[in-house]
């Protein structure tokens, strides 16, 4: 049985002619339609500047990105895509699109809130991108209280570097964005959230025992206990690849504890939030100091979209997560 929303999302939606006014849909052929998937996928494409860093955003293969944007294309009988070697970049008719493209998403988004007040026994859904600290560390404290005040709302959380939730958060793909100052922020309303800072762990009996403070450049000739697949691993590494070099990884575990446990019984050093030092530090029987880096000290911000009316959950949640603030 389709629900309202997905019966939404899976509404054709015929655009304007490029270049005409919106007033000559009369004139538009009945092929040149796009689902809010289509139009969703494309700005994906475009923010990423590339097809495949678009398609994953927009929660796609490859081939089926690929395979849209061709069909949209030929449907409007119009090339929508410069491509090149170093990604892509949008024709004017591109740019007409998105412009469109974002109205329109906007105009949905606004819509559902509008109708959430009236119904009854539907379950609202909001999408939350963060970092890995504020995924691992932060949001499970604040969120749970919220969540359990709000049964009728799921939260679909993702993990992202900060710089991708900037953009995803201005071209309307989530909700609510936890991340970190470094990012840029044009077309984001922001509110401070929380201070993460970054330490390196190590044995009690470790030649780095009883330092409170350590430079980046220090741990590189040593081994370290890594983080698998997560936006802070390639912030450590993208940090490293500044400085010349790389880390030189032992093994790569999905959870701070696994790597805390590591960690304290020898097998090498990491580089985890200091929360989850502090937490660990007795159990896993680990020290930790931290690095004096300016990128290790990082004030993150609950960032919204500037254009956007958020639904009335999403409001409560972010007027939540901003209450009372650490940072």
């Not at 690929?66 to 024709?91: C, F, N, Q, Y």
């Not at 690849?241 to 575990?253: D, M, S």
Request: charged share 25%; hydrophobic share 45%; glycine share 8%.
């Amino acid at each position: 049985m389709t629900t309202p929303s997905e019966a939404l999302d899976n509404a054709g939606v015929v655009m304007p002619a490029f270049g005409c006014s919106e007033g000559t849909e009369a004139t538009i052929p009945t092929s040149m339609r796009f689902d809010l998937t289509d139009l969703r996928l494309f700005l994906a494409v475009l923010d990423a500047g590339s097809i495949t860093h678009g398609a994953t955003e927009a929660g796609m293969s490859l081939p089926a990105a690929s395979e849209r944007l061709r069909d949209m294309e030929a449907s409007g009988k119009v090339l929508l895509l410069h491509r090149g070697r170093r990604g892509v970049s949008p024709t004017e008719a591109g740019e007409a699109l998105a412009h469109h493209a974002r109205a329109i998403l906007h105009q949905m988004a606004q819509m559902r809130g509008e109708l959430g007040r009236y119904a009854k026994g539907l379950r609202a859904n909001i999408r939350i991108l963060a970092n890995t600290a504020a995924v691992s560390e932060f949001l499970p404290e604040r969120l749970a209280p919220w969540m359990a005040a709000n049964p009728q709302v799921d939260i679909e959380l993702k993990e992202r570097q900060s710089p991708d939730i900037a953009r995803s958060i201005a071209a309307g793909f989530a909700e609510i964005g936890i991340l970190s100052g470094t990012a840029g922020t044009e077309g984001l309303t922001l509110r401070p959230f929380a201070v993460d800072r970054l330490v390196a762990v190590f044995p009690p009996d470790h030649d780095f025992a009883g330092r409170r403070q350590l430079r980046f450049a220090d741990l590189l000739d040593h081994y370290f206990v890594g983080l698998m697949d997560g936006a802070l691993q390639q912030h450590i590494e993208m940090q490293a690849a500044r400085l010349g070099t790389k880390i030189r990884p032992r093994i790569a575990l999905r959870g701070f504890e696994g790597i805390c446990r590591m960690v304290g019984e020898g097998v090498g050093i990491a580089i985890v939030p200091e929360k989850a030092a502090q937490h660990w530090k007795r159990p896993a029987r680990i020290d930790f100091a931290r690095l004096c880096d300016d990128w290790a000290t990082r004030r993150l911000s609950v960032a919204v979209s500037s254009g956007a009316e958020l639904a009335p959950a999403a409001q409560s949640l972010f007027e939540h997560l901003t209450s009372g603030n650490r940072a």
